[in-house]
């Protein structure tokens, strides 16, 4: 244990100062009344768990919607009448998919969303291949053309432009133009976050301003609030 980290009081584990919660346990260390009710799991499911959640159901996510494209466009036309427009369709479909999917696994990831955001693109290419046998041979001339490589890439950066369109929209609440959110205001959220502890307020800040020097103290209290979030969601 380093001079950051902390002992859980329930189950004994090392923990950074900055979490309000256990990630072993769940224990929460501000608040006394759910620390009252709290009853610790006979059985915690291990990190690697939620990790391939996200990516099985980003990559489902993914495939559900790239075969929806493509089988739609089948029930109007054979491989051999495929019109260019369709074939721009089919083009779009592996992206689409993989744009959906990767904002699914961002949504379900704890940490690093855009990781596996990257993976469910990767995991997309597979499934694009899948579909697109049904319209031509999927052969070594098939995977050797630039347009074929112009789609990978395509897949891929849609993938992490999903984790990272649900990582934007998520960074601070959506709320009326009209409405201005003072500094004070800010922080008496924080402060209610901590159970009303200015001193973990303040501690919270400080971190934040160590890893944004220049911030101002408005954004560092922004910042503090949105972790707290991030850790206690």
């Excluded at 597979?126 to 046998?133: A, E, I, R, T």
Aim: proline content about 5%; hydrophobic content about 45%.
């Amino acid at each position: 244990m380093d001079d950051n980290d902390i002992e859980c009081p329930n189950c004994g584990a090392s923990v950074y100062y900055e979490l309000t919660r256990c990630p072993k346990c769940g224990w929460n260390f501000y608040d006394a009344d759910a620390n009252e009710r709290f009853e610790a799991p006979s059985v915690v499911a291990p990190r690697w768990f939620g990790s391939l959640k996200a990516i099985l159901l980003g990559s489902l996510g993914a495939a559900a919607v790239a075969f929806a494209i493509h089988y739609g466009v089948s029930r109007i036309y054979a491989p051999i009448t495929l019109p260019r427009p369709a074939g721009i369709i089919l083009f779009c479909a592996g992206p689409l998919g993989a744009l959906g999917g990767g904002y699914l696994a961002g949504a379900l990831a704890k940490r690093k969303p855009v990781v596996y955001g990257l993976v469910v693109g990767i995991v997309t290419i597979g499934f694009s291949l899948l579909f697109q046998s049904h319209w031509q041979a999927v052969n070594a001339v098939y995977l050797m053309q630039p347009v074929t490589w112009l789609n990978w890439i395509a897949i891929v950066l849609a993938g992490i432009g999903g984790s990272v369109l649900y990582v934007r929209s998520n960074e601070r609440a959506a709320l009326p133009k009209w409405i201005v959110v003072t500094e004070e205001d800010l922080y008496r959220d924080l402060l209610a976050k901590a159970r009303n502890d200015r001193e973990t307020a303040e501690r919270l800040i400080v971190f934040e301003q160590q890893k944004a020097p220049g911030a101002s103290r408005r954004t560092l209290i922004q910042n503090a609030i949105e972790r707290w979030q991030r850790d206690n969601r």
